[in-house]
């Protein structure tokens, strides 16, 4: 390998990204154990520090908490995707300008490119302490020459304190590195799940180092070509790009690159929405809608000679989604949003996340309301005379059929409506 | 318009929406059409005017009336800008005792005070054991006339 060119990638990840949200704007729940929920308040889909300690599991359904909710005054909070996204796009925004070449990977997650920056260590420090300084959000810094490793650094920066948030994998002797993968389950491995990991023990791969030192044919042969690029990485050779990241369930990506630069926005619209029309038929082929949609357009980071560019944006939808037109106007509106004349693009696509199942709400409608369409007509006029004209209009493209989403919980939209900045 | 339950489907990003207002080289006498009207100049980004780092800039409103003797009156819409960092004579908005309050910092020798502007509330001195935080520097206040 190459020594010369062993990339420094930097995975910034949040920590417990939808409850850190909550407590910039709530300086009294602290030290408060609490949790956030999903859609319909369901599971539990953020902790903080205090309710992990309690035991309370991720994605862990909230009516299961209840006796430990109880014991400790443990708090739940509805998403509240409006702020979520902004303070996202804040930080995403904050992380861009450490390098030119970031690639936004989640809601909480940036991978950024620091490959041939000096003083590596001051930088990822600068990187968080800015980050928390600018929006109140601690993030956690991973450094590796893989997005594997970068990922599995971070791990290790958020699990031992001693790091102070930042762990370089990078300056690790190669006895270190060693000695740091044999402690680490194979769990940990990023796209290593629950099932893999079973048939991972039962081929007798525990630890990352078992999985970095397996048989190469043995491996391809059992697992695929996916898990030996997974091992190739934790061999410090990159071979992971983005639109190879295979979407968790919790998120559907769909993106490419373009067979020649971009420059119009027309053309950037237009590919959009070919990848919002697969996204979505994804989602609707798993029967699921999204909750947040956030789209992403990439300059050719390997032309060092053209001006770089790599802008994302996220927003709530206003209910969740699957259907293609409604993601369609929003990717327009973030694409409009985010296009900048004068740049060659190489690369846009468009992240659904926050999914939920379908059945689930329009069940719940259905059932509150005799067949036909007179009742919702009179919930319509009902809603529009007390919320103003034009509040809720019918909608061919079946945009509202989640309005009713449970949100018992939510706290204010303060960095998106007017109404709701928090009062000091 | 009232607050409602329902969003619409239109993207909400408060500190990108441009606000544009006509910035003029001359000025304006009442009644007489002026010859320079043509040489507009580039119009006014009243965001880029008041907000001087976004990404770490947001919105609070004013509550009671601690800080009535220089301008800020409930109601009234603070811009807060986390990447400042506090110096003396500040005004803060800041967390005590699990607490949001707007009030002018006061750092001199040792001595930490936060400061009302309004003779009815004496200064908050920093008591042994009790923790104070700036949440961020208010830099403007948007105070409605109309």
């Not at chain 1, 048939?199 to 042969?221: F, K, M, N, Q, W």
């Amino acid at each position: 390998m190459a020594r010369a060119h062993v990339q420094a990638l930097a995975l910034v990840d949040c920590n417990n990204f939808y409850v850190s949200c909550e407590r910039i704007f709530r300086p009294d729940l602290a030290r408060v154990p609490m949790v956030v929920l999903s859609n319909n308040d369901g599971c539990v889909v953020s902790r903080s520090n205090e309710a992990k300690a309690l035991g309370v599991k991720m994605g862990q359904p909230w009516f299961e908490c209840q006796p430990l909710a109880q014991a400790h005054g443990i708090l739940a909070m509805s998403s509240n995707y409006a702020l979520y996204a902004d303070m996202s796009n804040r930080v995403m925004r904050i992380l861009g300008e450490f390098s030119p070449n970031q690639e936004v990977y989640s809601i909480d997650e940036s991978f950024v490119d620091l490959t041939g920056t000096p003083n590596l260590r001051e930088v990822s420090y600068a990187m968080r302490e800015r980050v928390r300084m600018w929006t109140g959000m601690p993030v956690c810094v991973g450094i590796g020459p893989t997005k594997t490793l970068a990922k599995l650094a971070n791990h290790v920066a958020k699990k031992h304190p001693r790091s102070q948030g930042v762990f370089n994998y990078n300056a690790l002797t190669d006895a270190q590195k060693a000695a740091l993968l044999q402690r680490i389950p194979v769990s940990e491995v990023w796209g290593v799940g629950r099932k893999l990991t079973q048939r991972l023990l039962a081929h007798g791969v525990e630890t990352v180092l078992d999985l970095r030192e397996a048989h190469i044919p043995s491996l391809r042969a059992e697992f695929g070509v996916v898990m030996e690029k997974t091992q190739r990485e934790l061999q410090e050779t990159p071979c992971i790009q983005m639109e190879e990241v295979a979407a968790d369930k919790q998120q559907i990506i769909a993106s490419r690159s373009f067979g020649s630069m971009v420059t119009d926005l027309p053309v950037l619209k237009d590919a959009l929405s070919t990848f919002v029309a697969n996204a979505c038929a994804k989602l609707r082929a798993q029967n699921s809608q999204a909750a947040v949609i956030q789209v992403f357009l990439q300059t050719n980071r390997f032309r060092k000679d053209l001006p770089q560019y790599s802008p994302s944006l996220a927003v709530p939808l206003p209910q969740p989604t699957h259907d293609t037109l409604v993601v369609n106007r929003w990717a327009d509106a973030l694409c409009e949003r985010m296009f900048r004349e004068g740049y060659q693009y190489k690369k846009a696509g468009v992240m659904l996340s926050e999914l939920s199942p379908v059945t689930h709400q329009q069940g719940d409608w259905l059932e509150a309301s005799p067949p036909g369409h007179s009742k919702l007509m009179q919930a319509l006029d009902h809603l529009n005379a007390r919320y103003g004209r034009g509040a809720v209009k019918v909608s061919t493209q079946g945009a509202y059929q989640g309005w009713q989403m449970r949100q018992e919980r939510k706290s204010p939209n303060y960095t998106t409506d007017w109404d709701d900045v928090p009062v000091v | 318009m009232t607050t409602s339950a329902i969003s619409l489907p239109q993207p909400v990003c408060v500190p990108e929406t441009k606000l544009w207002l006509d910035m003029c080289a001359w000025t304006v006498r009442a009644g007489f059409p002026s010859p320079a009207a043509d040489h507009t100049r580039k119009r006014i980004d009243l965001n880029e005017h008041l907000i001087r780092n976004k990404e770490a800039t947001f919105i609070f409103r004013v509550k009671g009336d601690s800080m009535s003797g220089i301008g800020i009156y409930e109601g009234d819409e603070l811009l807060v800008d986390r990447s400042i960092e506090a110096k003396h004579g500040n005004i803060v908005l800041a967390v005590l005792n699990d607490d949001f309050t707007v009030k002018r910092l006061y750092r001199r020798g040792g001595v930490v005070k936060l400061i009302a502007e309004n003779p009815l509330y004496p200064p908050i001195t920093l008591k042994d054991g009790e923790e104070l935080l700036i949440w961020g520097v208010v830099t403007r206040n948007l105070h409605k006339l109309y």
